[in-house]
């Protein structure tokens, strides 16, 4: 089967510029997460999704960040405007049931200049 | 609060020899998950080994096993026999039952030389 895969895999972007990060799960799954490692610290919750539903954004940073899961297939995240403390590794992760193992993706490194 | 502490931001271990990375958290649940992610330089995490807080026996993998000290709040991962493949960023994460979200800690670099 696929893996969790995410666009980009990198994206260099200037500070006040738009950028949307998009999260495939692997089909079938209904949880779908995000989370974000700034460098050198520990790896944060953002959100979940279960379907197109969101179950808990409390990770959320502020309000430049908006979430979709349209359809409950695929996640998109948009950063709007880009901050340079939002650069980092956007993790998506995804699992099928409650409370079994997360599949993560590769990330996308976000760098904002 | 809930919180994952890796005392150790980087280790180097000879391959073939065995290394321990620490691992403490904080949670007032007495039902939970944990484990250890690996995440190779190609960037992509991986589940490395799973325990139950439940389980007394601790959980063991291949080459991998843990050291699960409930009491003291230990999770510690010995890799035995380390190849250059094992050389990755190592996450300790818990998660809570009934909970929705990993927590995790910072991150131990491991170096495997040859």
């Known amino acids: 089967e696929a893996g969790v895969t995410q666009f980009p895999s990198h994206s260099v972007i200037e500070k006040g510029q738009t950028v949307t990060l998009r999260c495939d799960p692997i089909?079938?799954?209904?949880?779908l997460y995000w989370y974000r490692r700034v460098m050198g610290k520990e790896i944060k919750f953002l959100l979940h999704?279960?379907?197109?539903?969101?179950?808990?954004e409390s990770g959320m940073p502020n309000n430049r960040f908006l979430a979709e899961r349209t359809g409950g297939t695929y996640s998109t995240l948009k950063v709007q405007p880009a901050e340079l403390e939002d650069s980092g590794v956007y993790f998506c992760?995804?699992?099928?049931?409650?409370?079994?193992?997360?599949?993560f993706g590769n990330g996308t490194r976000l760098t904002v200049t | 609060a809930q919180t994952v502490t890796q005392s150790q931001p980087e280790m180097s271990v000879q391959e073939a020899e065995t290394v321990t990375l620490s691992c403490t958290y904080d949670?007032?649940?007495?039902?939970?998950?944990l484990f250890w992610y690996k995440q190779p330089p190609s960037r992509q995490m991986i589940l490395v080994i799973r325990?139950?807080?439940?389980?007394?026996q601790n959980a063991t993998e291949n080459r991998f096993s843990v050291n699960f000290q409930k009491a003291a709040k230990s999770f510690s991962l010995k890799i035995s026999d380390s190849q250059l493949g094992d050389t990755a960023m190592y996450f300790c994460?818990?998660?809570?039952?009934?909970?929705?979200?990993?927590?995790f800690g910072a991150g131990t670099i491991l170096r495997v030389k040859s």
């Open positions: 992760a995804s699992n099928a049931a409650h409370n079994s193992p997360l599949h």
């Open positions: 994460a818990f998660w809570v039952e009934y909970g929705n979200k990993l927590v």
């Open positions: 089909s079938g799954h209904d949880n």
């Open positions: 949670t007032s649940e007495n039902n939970y998950y």
């Open positions: 999704f279960v379907k197109e539903s969101k179950q808990d």
């Open positions: 325990q139950e807080a439940y389980k007394q």
